[in-house]
């Protein structure tokens, strides 16, 4: 059975979408951006923050959804730019020093908002 996963510890949804949805045993998160729990979009913010903040966020609503980023069985990263793509990995790593998941990064045209990356990730309770 689908669960909705709502968290105040990440940014609300900006649209017609959940933080994540869950069945007995995955989660699925949406794309988080690099906006703060409060709303603050940091879209002038480096690639580093920007990827920081978004895994920040996928790490809060995966906790809500009683799983961690050790659970984390396939994250992806859209990349606006797709030559800050060492920036975002650099930060990235720092997040899953072991045992990191399978991962996509891919280049995209415009992301919402004008931020330079988005992250979801799929993981296992």
């Given at each position: ?12 949804a ?17 794309g ?18 920007q ?9 809060a ?65």
């Amino acid at each position: 059975m689908k669960e909705i996963v709502d968290t105040d510890d990440a940014p609300a949804a900006v649209g017609a979408y959940s933080q994540a949805t869950t069945t007995d045993d995955l989660v699925f998160t949406a794309g988080q951006l690099p906006m703060t729990p409060d709303g603050e979009l940091l879209d002038s913010a480096s690639v580093a923050d920007q990827t920081e903040q978004a895994l920040s966020n996928v790490e809060a609503v995966l906790a809500e959804a009683g799983a961690s980023m050790d659970d984390v069985l396939k994250a992806t990263v859209f990349l606006n730019d797709i030559d800050d793509f060492d920036e975002m990995n650099e930060t990235y790593g720092t997040f899953f020093q072991s045992d990191p998941p399978a991962r996509s990064a891919v280049g995209v045209d415009a992301l919402p908002k004008g931020v330079a990356i988005e992250i979801e990730a799929v993981a296992v309770k």
